[in-house]
């Protein structure tokens, strides 16, 4: 990942934190778990969808103290998927 693309990622991800499940006069942190997990998600999927020109099919994120677990599925193209099973 380049830089400029790994800096557009950030800023993908900390405006889906700060804009989309941050309603006014909510500060950091007072987000539960379920609100920073969904934020992190939407921002991955955006990310997905602006540089690669489409999303994954279900995205899950699970944080565990300073651990931060992210899956997306159905995110390979029908080529990819047939070269994985071919390894």
């Keep these: 990942m380049s830089p400029e693309t790994f800096r557009d990622f950030r800023i993908l991800c900390f405006d889906a934190v700060s804009v989309l ?36 099919k ?4 699970y944080r565990f103290g300073d651990l931060l677990v992210v899956r ?7 080529a990819e998927a047939w070269l994985v099973m071919a390894s």
């Design 21 to 56: 499940v941050r309603p006014p006069g909510k500060t950091m942190m007072m987000m539960t778990q379920g609100e920073i997990e969904a934020a992190v998600c939407e921002g991955i999927s955006r990310f997905e969808l602006d540089y690669m020109g489409r999303g994954p």
């Design 72 to 78: 997306l599925h159905g995110v390979l193209t029908a």
């Design 58 to 61: 279900d995205i899950c994120s």
